[in-house]
């Protein structure tokens, strides 16, 4: 299993950002894919998470109504639109894969494969 995550950089509080995760040798079409931050100083987060099945989503609350996460089930790509940002989205984010589906609030473990990360950095 391969993910290449991409789409971060710099912008203004208030600015947008679309990130992408393409994976590749998925052994099953059963998985969940989650986005997770990493801040200086701060242990990584569950940001989002989708379900390749159904589709099935969850946010963490402090992204609820900014973030959105998407499937692109033909091209093996999550995206994460990220609108409305402020300073205390500023991380390094990474996607991660899991067998069978998105877990409500799933920890970092629970994951089994990961891309590299890619840098958000919100600032004025």
């Known amino acids: 299993v391969q993910l290449q995550a991409s789409g971060g950089g710099s912008v203004q509080p208030g600015g947008s950002l679309r990130l992408s995760c393409v994976g590749s040798g998925f052994p099953s079409d059963y998985f969940g894919i989650g986005w997770f931050r990493q801040a200086p100083g701060k242990e990584r987060e569950g940001v989002a998470c989708i379900s390749s099945s159904d589709g099935e989503t969850w946010y963490v609350d402090s992204v609820q109504g900014r973030f959105t996460i998407s499937r692109d089930r033909v091209k093996n790509t999550v995206f994460l639109e990220m609108n409305g940002l402020k300073p205390e989205d500023t991380a390094l984010y990474y996607c991660?894969?899991?067998?069978?589906?998105?877990?409500?609030?799933?920890?970092?473990?629970?994951?089994?494969?990961w891309g590299q990360g890619t840098q958000v950095t919100v600032s004025s």
């Open positions: 991660a894969m899991r067998p069978g589906f998105c877990v409500r609030g799933g920890t970092s473990s629970m994951y089994d494969y």
